[in-house]
């Protein structure tokens, strides 16, 4: 069992930047793949990126490519999503979630955080 809790959402102007904290209780959080997903009001949860296990690989949803970065310090059992550059459309509740694989499909992952509100204004 994994409890994730996610912290660092907020409001922030276009342009700038957020850097997102998931914080796992229990001992098993280096053994998961780690992901990061968002939703926007009446829009479907998405996959935004993911980290494996050990940190070595990462991937990314093309909308935040070169703007985000996932890391994670298992040591801490902690996942980072350190956000630049945002932009309006980036607005959504991010959700962190801890699976067996890297993936980009949220019903790959077994556990879930409640989510923390991003609102980026024009």
């Known amino acids: 069992q994994v409890q994730l809790v996610e912290s660092g959402g907020g409001l922030v102007q276009a342009g700038g930047s957020l850097r997102l904290s998931c914080t796992a209780s229990?001992?098993?959080?280096?053994?998961?793949?780690m992901g990061w997903f968002r939703q926007a009001p009446g829009k479907e949860r998405e996959f935004v990126a993911a980290?494996?296990?050990?940190?070595?690989?990462?991937s990314y949803a093309d909308s935040v490519k070169g703007r985000f970065t996932i890391s994670r310090d298992n040591g801490k059992h902690t996942l980072y999503l350190q956000m630049n550059s945002l932009k309006p459309d980036d607005t959504a509740a991010y959700y962190c979630?801890?699976?067996?694989?890297?993936?980009?499909?949220?019903?790959?992952?077994?556990?879930w955080g409640q989510g923390t509100q991003v609102t980026v204004s024009s």
């Open positions: 979630a801890a699976g067996p694989t890297m993936a980009t499909m949220s019903s790959q992952y077994y556990y």
């Open positions: 229990g001992r098993t959080f280096s053994s998961y793949a």
């Open positions: 980290i494996s296990w050990i940190g070595s690989r990462t």
